[in-house]
């Protein structure tokens, strides 16, 4: 047993309080929240994809129309903030499309690789879970010669674009995939990363329910200025950011605290939820509306310097 140990912030590598393990430790310098676990990432977060790749989740479709009717009211009431990480998102697609070759790492279930694909972007697409690689050759078996089990700088290719969506803040060692990854993009390349980030530690600390303090798969939740102190430190400029109050948190977070923790092992505020019935569920998409969120979702564009 790991009790009282000490370990250094990921983002900024200021000493953190010691403390117990299976608790979340905030770095006093820059902020961000770093999980203290007795094992490593790659076990912790292999025992949950592994198996959540295994298992089919069901769409309610009647649940995912309500969720998209609530979705539009919210991104009419945060109109700005929206827009402009929508704008974000639009110029993400136009990096793609202009990359000679572009390497998407950790891409989970491959929505976004097999759509960049169809649309002619030249992708490959690297995930360190058997068990995500061999679905998604069995459901596109014409792409399948553009994945591999593989970790971050395990390729010789040069890239022009490094992405990776909801994988950085499950790494332990994210100097790994950023050291890699500089190596292997080009000159004036770019790393597009996409996460969550903690805009508001005073709400988590105040005792309120977030989906993404997902104990133990998430092991670091930055905030933006331990995102920025990390990329300085391994040659990468920030050069466009959007953060997002995305709706779909504060569903899952009221049904959290509603008490339903399967939550945290569904993760989606519309699949079929054990016990969920309709009035509650509506009730959590209004009050969604004008809850806060602790963490937000976060794109960033950086550039090789």
Same mark, same amino acid.
């Given at each position: 047993?790991?009790?009282?140990?000490?370990?250094?912030?990921?983002?900024?590598?200021?000493?953190?309080?010691?403390?117990?393990?299976? *608790?979340? =430790?905030?770095? &006093?310098?820059? %902020?961000?929240?770093?999980? !203290?676990?007795? /094992?490593?990432?790659?076990?912790? +977060?292999?025992?949950?994809?592994?198996?959540?790749?295994?298992?089919?989740?069901?769409?309610?479709?009647?649940?995912?129309?309500?969720?998209?009717?609530?979705?539009?009211?919210?991104?009419?009431?945060?109109?700005?903030?929206?827009?402009?990480?929508?704008?974000?998102?639009?110029?993400?697609?136009?990096?793609?499309?202009?990359? *000679?070759? =572009?390497?998407? &790492?950790?891409? %989970?279930?491959?929505?976004? !690789?097999?759509? /960049?694909?169809?649309?002619?972007? +030249?992708?490959?697409?690297?995930?360190?879970?058997?068990?995500?690689?061999?679905?998604?050759?069995?459901?596109?078996?014409?792409?399948?010669?553009?994945?591999?089990?593989?970790?971050?700088?395990?390729?010789?290719?040069?890239?022009?674009?490094?992405?990776?969506?909801?994988?950085?803040?499950?790494?332990?060692?994210?100097?790994?995939?950023?050291?890699?990854?500089?190596?292997?993009?080009?000159?004036?390349?770019?790393?597009?990363?996409?996460?969550?980030?903690?805009?508001?530690?005073?709400?988590?600390?105040?005792?309120?329910?977030?989906?993404?303090?997902?104990?133990?798969?998430?092991?670091?939740?930055?905030?933006?200025?331990?995102?920025?102190?990390?990329?300085?430190?391994?040659?990468?400029?920030?050069?466009?950011?959007?953060?997002?109050?995305?709706?779909?948190?504060?569903?899952?977070?009221?049904?959290?605290?509603?008490?339903?923790?399967?939550?945290?092992?569904?993760?989606?505020?519309?699949?079929?939820?054990?016990?969920?019935?309709?009035?509650?569920?509506?009730?959590?998409?209004?009050?969604?509306?004008?809850?806060?969120?602790?963490?937000?979702?976060?794109?960033?564009?950086?550039?090789?310097?």
């Amino acid at each position: 047993m790991f009790n009282e140990i000490g370990m250094q912030c990921h983002a900024c590598d200021t000493p953190l309080l010691p403390l117990n393990s299976g *608790k979340y =430790a905030f770095c &006093i310098q820059c %902020g961000s929240a770093n999980y !203290l676990s007795e /094992r490593n990432a790659e076990d912790d +977060n292999n025992d949950y994809f592994n198996q959540h790749f295994a298992v089919s989740d069901q769409i309610d479709h009647f649940r995912a129309l309500l969720f998209s009717v609530f979705n539009k009211i919210h991104y009419f009431l945060n109109y700005g903030v929206e827009s402009k990480f929508k704008k974000l998102i639009g110029e993400i697609d136009q990096y793609f499309a202009k990359a *000679k070759v =572009a390497v998407e &790492i950790g891409f %989970g279930g491959g929505d976004e !690789l097999i759509n /960049r694909l169809k649309d002619g972007c +030249n992708c490959v697409g690297l995930d360190l879970s058997i068990t995500a690689v061999e679905s998604f050759k069995k459901r596109y078996p014409h792409y399948a010669d553009r994945v591999s089990c593989a970790a971050a700088g395990n390729s010789s290719i040069e890239a022009g674009l490094i992405y990776s969506n909801a994988l950085f803040e499950h790494l332990d060692n994210p100097e790994s995939l950023l050291k890699a990854a500089n190596a292997q993009l080009e000159t004036g390349g770019y790393l597009i990363l996409r996460l969550p980030v903690l805009t508001n530690p005073k709400l988590y600390e105040q005792e309120l329910i977030d989906i993404n303090f997902w104990e133990p798969c998430h092991r670091v939740l930055y905030t933006i200025a331990g995102l920025e102190i990390l990329l300085k430190a391994h040659g990468f400029k920030i050069i466009k950011q959007a953060s997002l109050p995305y709706y779909g948190y504060k569903v899952m977070n009221r049904l959290l605290f509603y008490g339903f923790d399967a939550m945290q092992d569904i993760r989606c505020p519309y699949y079929e939820t054990p016990g969920l019935s309709l009035r509650v569920y509506v009730n959590a998409l209004f009050s969604a509306l004008f809850s806060k969120l602790a963490c937000e979702d976060f794109g960033l564009i950086a550039k090789k310097v």
